[in-house]
């Protein structure tokens, strides 16, 4: 590997970085700047008046629930390539590493569910 193969992955991130001060600021330079209006920075819901608070409290439940989702959806898609070179590959080392994966995986849920997680009360 040489500097040069860098070269495109540099001028990408420095692309990306001019990009992003551009943005912040032509927000700066462009923005409303201490007019306040309490109408017009409501959220505009279809024509329908805000009503109640945004600070609604919602149950830590919820977000354990989205968390615990999230995290086994993104082992299980982990699964995919894996079967992919499972089928190409003549090793048993590859079988291995599936069945590892898939008992870890296993022992986290059981974990999870031991613990009440999936308990929806």
């Known amino acids: 590997m040489e500097v040069s193969d860098f070269v495109p992955v540099l001028i990408q991130v420095c692309l990306a970085l001019l990009i992003g001060a551009a943005i912040i600021i032509a927000s700066g330079v462009v923005g409303q700047k201490g007019r306040k209006n309490r109408i017009k920075d409501t959220a505009y819901e ?22 615990l989702f999230i995290l086994f959806d993104i082992e299980v898609v982990f699964l995919y390539p894996i079967g992919v070179i499972l089928k190409d590959a003549d ?31």
């Open 46 to 67: 279809c024509g329908v008046p805000p009503a109640g608070t945004s600070k609604t409290r919602f149950a830590v439940k919820f977000y354990v629930t989205a968390m």
């Open 91 to 121: 090793s048993v080392f590859v079988l291995g590493e599936l069945v590892v994966f898939v008992v870890l995986l296993l022992v986290a849920f059981v974990y999870v569910w031991r613990k009440g997680a999936l308990d929806w009360r």
